[in-house]
């Protein structure tokens, strides 16, 4: 399966992918560019800050409502 398949798969699947999810569960070390690749397939995906518990900030990727 492709690694733009793995990534809409889960979040078809799931409520949103991060970069370390991306990687630790998947090897997909590059995932922002995987989005880019499936929004210019057409598929609506929002990024949306979030942060750990030491305040370090990270991006969730959820398709859009």
Do not use: W
């Not at 630790?24 to 949306?48: C, F």
């Amino acid at each position: 399966m492709s690694q733009c398949r793995t990534v809409l798969k889960h979040l078809t699947e799931n409520d949103h992918l991060t970069s370390m999810q991306a990687v630790l569960v998947y090897r997909i070390p590059r995932l922002a560019s995987r989005i880019y690749d499936l929004r210019r397939a057409g598929h609506k995906i929002v990024s949306l800050p979030a942060f750990d518990a030491n305040g370090q900030e990270y991006t969730r990727y959820q398709l859009a409502a």
